[in-house]
């Protein structure tokens, strides 16, 4: 893929083999035969902006555009509202050239990409006019993260072949860690993905970079040979989407290992990318490390915190703003107030996606011989939808294999002893849920009660850890990670003072976006003889 990657993830017109001394130039055209040639009455489109990376331009009346020349940048479109980019044969979109006249280091044990040569005269970009509406929903993945190609296979058969051909669906958007450190299974998962039929972006997490590397702008060589920029936007709706690495390797401090964080050019691009957002626009960024550090963290060893507040900063005129995040294998509702360097009354929200690796493909083995790998907050492995409306958004979290209103799960204890005052209790893990959504429940039909939120461990979750470590055979699939708090727990009592017998639990969710599930579950209370 990666010596003929150039030549197919962009159609660009060579007028003449000149080099410009001073500035990269071209036209972003609309393409109405699709052929991904410019031809005479195919006109240029005024105020599609393009990017180095760095400098964000409008095109003008022509569909004209100016760059500034670097020695080695991704040149790219931002896809205006109305249009899709041409897509590859493995559905990726093809609205970039890599300009990279040397070509990747030699030396890196990954391939990034061959040397481009000298730019063409005017490097023009197709794009496709198509109707798009303003409510439309993306299909989200948090870390597929194969490490062996049986891994791919896993994450094919559990999450790709659920989703192939879905329907109202506008695209993709896998949040990085695409694949766990070896580099040579991104064709197999570029290939997993094509199945699904959606124009699919991607990325750049801790697991997809050039370790290689002595400096983070060469970490990603490999990643923009195969998915193009790693950082990036597009329009689609009213919704501004920004993409970005937010992988600082190797880590500025100590040399070794990573840290969240941005570079001084990527806090241009988002800057001068903003320039030409409207403010009632949805703002919408994507990244793989989450902007929050852990409760016990507040130095920002996790991420920079003068980061997120410069960027925190950049966002301080936009109203409808969202994050998206994955990397730790749990699911979270972060949110961001003036403690934290918000600018604005309302807390910034950031959905810290669950993943379709769930706990790194761990756990007993189900019945089609894949994984169960539910993550260590009790959340199974799966995917997510993000519903658009307008500069409006909702959430779904689908558990693979179950239905959509599967949103939660209840541990309650099978009996309980007549009379005895007892320590156990009913909880519910609600998926999505977060401090202070509404949870309660209702004993044999009785009164509605409020449960207590809690962040805890997941008992369920603790008892499959039991399974794997009581049992004196070996179980199915490897042992699952050690659980960690739940930030989307609810607990309520259970009474022991009713008669003996089975009694059933009611138990009605809310979430923030106002939607409600309900489960019914039931204990038996037996009387000691």
Known sequence: MKGTIIKSVLFFSLASSSVFAQNIKGVVYHDVNANGKREKKEVGLEGVAVSNGVEVVKTDAKGGYSLPKRDSQVIFVVKPSGYQSPLNANNQPSNHYIHKPNGSPADFKFAGSKPTGALPASLDFPLIKKEESDEFRVLVFGDPQPYTQEEVDFFEKDIVDEVVGIKNVAFGLSL??????????????????????LPWYNLLGNHDLNFDAKVDSLSDETFEADFGPANYSLNYGKVHFIVLDDVLYP??????????????????????????VSKDQLVVLAFHIPLMNNDTDKEGNSFRLKDRKRLFELLKDFPHTLSMSAHTHLQRQNFYGKADGWLQQKPHHEYNAGTTSGDWYSGELKANGTPSSTMRDGTPKGYAFLNLKGNEYTIDYKVAGKDADYRMEVFVPKVVEKYKRTSAGVFVNLFMGAKGDKVTYAIDGGKWANMTYVEAMDPKFLSTLSRFDETETLLSGRRPSNAESSTHLWRGDIPAKLPAGKHEIEIKATDRFGRVSTQKVSYTIIERK
């Open 176 to 197: 990085g860690d695409l694949v766990g450190n070896d580099l040579s299974l991104n064709n197999p998962y570029i290939k997993a993905i094509k199945k699904i039929g």
């Open 251 to 276: 880590d500025p401090r100590s040399g070794k290992g990573y840290w969240g964080g941005f570079r001084e050019d990527q806090f241009k691009f988002i800057e001068n990318d903003l320039k030409h």
